[in-house]
């Protein structure tokens, strides 16, 4: 594995690959890594000749100046932890991704407006910008996300989509803890307690899949009941229960695949999850 910190530098190794009729498989992360990036990493692995690994906490992202302080930093142990299956780390510095005449931001449409774009307000703007960067630096053939982050699947997929972009965007499932807590990077700053507790938000969702595969088919039925469930979640406050489409769309009623999607605070850790409950 070779370490990449120049923004020129990676995009003549790309280049040359592309050349050489290599494919390249990329996945984009802010470091923190898990075996949930594990998973894309080996789909990437399996699919490509090369993959490239990015790592770059993007403060563009970030509405909370104290969220972005404390987002979790190890580059030593992520280097570690990618290593064997990885031909390129790349991890640029902020100033090599957004030097002092750097003035341009992608504009994201209205499925990027309501759930996260409500709370974390300029996030999107801020992931889909630094995205279309990375792609256009490594101009990968295949673009991994975890669908746990289902909203930031769909808005880099349309992005992709509505800006001709030669790169096809690939989601892979959530992967979760034993316990069925979606692996994130901010798990580690949960306690003991809030990670047994914490697992109520998966057991909510399962249920409430349950309440649709008896033929419940009224959305705000199915939100209100996920909402009974996640309250009982000690120190936590809920932000958005909802089921959308998979274009992530509202609906009246449930009669194909949808999604439910939901996002909490437990303490001072904010989590997300959601499943794809599939029409039979």
């Known amino acids: ?36 990036h594990l998973s894309l990493i080996q789909k990437a692995r399996d699919e490509n000749d090369i993959v490239i690994v990015s790592i770059f906490v993007n403060p563009k992202q970030f509405s909370n100046a104290q969220d972005l302080k404390k987002y979790p930093r190890d580059s030593q142990k992520d280097g570690s932890f990618v290593e064997p299956f990885v031909d390129y780390l790349f991890v640029p510095t902020e100033q090599e991704m957004y030097p002092s005449d750097f003035h341009t931001s992608i504009a994201v449409g209205d499925h990027a407006h309501d759930l996260e774009g409500e709370f974390r307000p300029g996030h999107f703007e801020g992931m889909a910008t630094v995205v279309h ?9 295949r673009t991994y996300f975890g669908l746990k982050d289902y909203q930031q699947f769909i808005v880099v997929s349309q992005m992709v989509k509505d800006l001709n972009m030669k790169t096809k965007v690939i989601g892979v499932q959530t992967v979760r803890e034993a316990s069925g807590l979606a692996m994130s990077s901010r798990n580690t700053q949960l306690s ?28 705000r039925v199915v939100e209100q009941f996920m909402t009974s469930e996640l309250v009982k979640l000690p120190k936590s406050k809920i932000e958005y229960v909802a089921v959308r489409t998979l274009k992530l769309e509202k609906t009246q009623h449930i009669e194909s695949d949808i999604v439910l999607l939901v996002a909490l605070h437990i303490g001072k850790v904010r989590l997300i999850d959601n499943i794809i409950v599939y029409n039979k």
């Open 1 to 36: 594995m070779k370490v990449i910190k120049r923004v020129e530098s990676m995009a003549k190794i790309t280049k040359d690959r592309i050349l050489k009729n290599n494919t390249i498989g990329f996945i984009a992360t802010m470091g923190a890594l898990h075996e949930g």
């Open 192 to 219: 003991r307690e809030e990670q047994a507790t914490s697992t109520l938000i998966y057991a909510a969702l399962q249920k409430a899949k349950e309440l649709i595969q008896n033929n419940i088919h009224n959305p």
């Open 133 to 141: 960067k990375l792609i256009a630096i490594c101009q990968p053939t």
